[in-house]
Nanobody, 124 residues
Framework: QVQLVESGGGLVQAGGSLRLSCAAS????????MAWFRQAPGKEREFVSG????????DYANSVKGRFTISRDNAKNTVYLQMNSLKPEDTAVYYC?????????????????WGQGTQVTVSS
């Protein structure tokens, strides 16, 4: 089994930055691609960004391209999401996800493991 624990959420003003972290533990050798999803109040959970195990392949939702950067440190079993130029519409609970396959995908059903989420609130 794999456990994912997110951290780094909080309250920030529009235009500010936050860095989210997701630490994996347990059978980490069984996971490959990792991703961030988010869910705003009253909305469905949506893909934000994903990264392959070797970090060479990344993917971003159009709404965050140029503002968010995903990275990972396999030695620490941790994936990061650097979020810059935050907007009020970025307010959501951010979830970390992991899958056994190599490349990240944008569909929730493609992921095997999920964290509990961390709240990000951007004030205007």
């Amino acid at each position: 089994q794999v456990q994912l624990v997110e951290s780094g959420g909080g309250l920030v003003q529009a235009g500010g930055s936050l860095r989210l972290s997701c630490a994996a533990s347990g059978r980490t050798d069984s996971i490959s691609a990792m991703a961030w999803f988010r869910q705003a109040p009253g909305k469905e959970r949506e893909f934000v960004s994903g990264i392959s195990r070797n970090g060479f392949s990344t993917d971003y939702a159009n709404s965050v391209k140029g503002r968010f950067t995903i990275s990972r440190d396999n030695a620490k079993n941790t994936v990061y999401l650097q979020m810059n130029s935050l907007k009020p519409e970025d307010t959501a609970v951010y979830y970390c996800a992991a899958r056994r396959s190599l490349l990240p995908r944008q569909f929730e059903s493609e992921y095997n493991y999920w964290g509990q989420g961390t709240q990000v609130t951007v004030s205007s």
